[in-house]
């Protein structure tokens, strides 16, 4: 491998974090990412034929760790629904130079695969949930599906040696904000770390609209008024969310505000759809292609085509947001570049 040389794009922000897509299906229809009414059974998803191979993953991957990214996290749609995950996992666990290899789930599968990933070397795991609630849960996730099968994913994951866990909520007004409490205090007790994601407009079939929105500052005012808090400081440049400590020392909260508080000046992160495609914002409307040039040339035009997209970004799509607020405009959708 060359040695490692960052770069930077055109607001001067280096390269850090690498989302990989492995898969646009999902057995969950959430509300906010795959509703059930547009994603039903007939939808036609990415031939399997046409996903990127382990291998191309780990070409592109390598490539990238060489122009500075260090931690590498692993999303779909589902990953777990992924053929074979953990043979990914395994072979991105050996690239020198990644210092923190992660995975994004439901929780769903994660009784069958939980072992399977610690022993292939995944450092880290987060799981969606939203709500503790059933009837709130069963609602979001838009397939019936029982709040008791995400608890023992992460029961799962904890046996695994995944300690601590993250817990991604994304709260949105009149669905359950009313659960905030109750989720800080049952992930405050079993020693994970809870992040309140404020309801982001990703993609445009999730009919967002910023009433919908439930603030930083308002899921800050909540928590505080049963289970007090204070800010600390990030744990390293770049990160999205914002994070608080409970003032009796017990554990600590993120808060991802996107939204109210955007963080675009200190974006690190490029995503890598299932397909084989680069977007260098979540907001982003077109990706480059990577599967044409990886399949029909050389290594070194791959390189350059890779280091062209970071070099030329200027996305800062939450910033520009505020002036831009009534104007329709097609984005990616997240369950196919991940969150």
Same mark, same amino acid.
């Given at each position: 491998m060359e040695k490692k040389s960052t770069i930077t794009d055109k607001l001067s922000r280096p390269i850090k974090d690498l989302r990989i897509s492995v898969t646009d299906r999902c057995n969950f229809r959430c509300t906010y990412c795959m509703p059930e009414q547009i994603y039903g059974h007939k939808y036609q998803f990415i031939n399997k034929s046409s996903l990127l191979n382990f291998e191309e993953i780990i070409t592109i991957t390598e490539i990238l760790v060489e122009m500075g990214v260090q931690k590498v996290r692993l999303t779909g749609g589902e990953p777990l629904l992924r053929d074979k995950i953990e043979d990914l996992v395994f072979d991105l666990s050996k690239i020198s130079g990644i210092k923190e290899l992660t995975l994004t789930t439901n929780g769903y599968l994660l009784p069958q695969k939980a072992q399977k990933l610690r022993d292939s070397g995944l450092d880290r795991i987060t799981v969606s949930l939203d709500s503790l609630n059933n009837e709130i849960f069963k609602k979001v996730n838009g397939r019936n599906i029982d709040v008791s099968k995400v608890l023992k994913g992460i029961e799962a994951a904890?046996?695994?040696?995944?300690? =601590?866990?993250?817990?991604?909520?994304?709260? !949105?007004? $009149?669905?359950? !904000? *009313?659960?905030?409490?109750?989720?800080? !205090?049952?992930?405050?007790?079993?020693?994970?770390?809870?992040?309140?994601? %404020?309801?982001?407009?990703? /993609?445009?079939?999730?009919?967002?609209?910023?009433?919908?929105?439930?603030?930083?500052?308002?899921?800050?005012?909540?928590?505080?008024?049963?289970?007090?808090?204070? =800010?600390i400081a990030p744990t390293y440049f770049g990160e999205v969310a914002s994070r608080y400590q409970y003032k009796d020392g017990s554990g600590e909260i993120g808060i991802i505000?996107?939204?109210? &508080? =955007?963080?675009?000046?200190?974006?690190?992160?490029?995503?890598?759809? =299932? %397909? /084989?495609?680069?977007?260098?914002?979540?907001?982003?409307?077109?990706?480059?292609?990577?599967?044409?040039?990886?399949?029909?040339?050389?290594? &070194?035009?791959?390189?350059?085509?890779?280091?062209?997209?970071?070099?030329?970004?200027?996305?800062?799509?939450?910033?520009?947001?505020?002036? *831009?607020?009534?104007?329709?405009?097609?984005?990616? !959708?997240?369950?196919?570049?991940? $969150?």
């Amino acid at each position: 491998m060359e040695k490692k040389s960052t770069i930077t794009d055109k607001l001067s922000r280096p390269i850090k974090d690498l989302r990989i897509s492995v898969t646009d299906r999902c057995n969950f229809r959430c509300t906010y990412c795959m509703p059930e009414q547009i994603y039903g059974h007939k939808y036609q998803f990415i031939n399997k034929s046409s996903l990127l191979n382990f291998e191309e993953i780990i070409t592109i991957t390598e490539i990238l760790v060489e122009m500075g990214v260090q931690k590498v996290r692993l999303t779909g749609g589902e990953p777990l629904l992924r053929d074979k995950i953990e043979d990914l996992v395994f072979d991105l666990s050996k690239i020198s130079g990644i210092k923190e290899l992660t995975l994004t789930t439901n929780g769903y599968l994660l009784p069958q695969k939980a072992q399977k990933l610690r022993d292939s070397g995944l450092d880290r795991i987060t799981v969606s949930l939203d709500s503790l609630n059933n009837e709130i849960f069963k609602k979001v996730n838009g397939r019936n599906i029982d709040v008791s099968k995400v608890l023992k994913g992460i029961e799962a994951a904890e046996k695994a040696g995944f300690m =601590p866990i993250k817990i991604n909520c994304v709260v !949105e007004k $009149g669905i359950n !904000e *009313n659960s905030i409490i109750d989720m800080a !205090e049952y992930f405050k007790a079993k020693g994970h770390i809870l992040r309140f994601i %404020e309801f982001m407009d990703v /993609g445009t079939l999730n009919k967002w609209n910023l009433n919908k929105v439930v603030s930083a500052k308002e899921i800050v005012q909540i928590i505080n008024s049963k289970m007090p808090i204070r =800010p600390i400081a990030p744990t390293y440049f770049g990160e999205v969310a914002s994070r608080y400590q409970y003032k009796d020392g017990s554990g600590e909260i993120g808060i991802i505000a996107s939204v109210t &508080q =955007p963080f675009c000046g200190n974006c690190t992160r490029l995503r890598l759809s =299932p %397909e /084989g495609s680069l977007y260098t914002c979540l907001f982003s409307n077109t990706g480059t292609d990577m599967k044409k040039i990886l399949r029909s040339s050389n290594g &070194q035009d791959l390189r350059s085509l890779i280091k062209k997209t970071w070099q030329t970004r200027t996305d800062k799509y939450s910033i520009d947001r505020s002036s *831009n607020i009534n104007k329709s405009t097609k984005k990616v !959708e997240m369950y196919h570049i991940g $969150g």
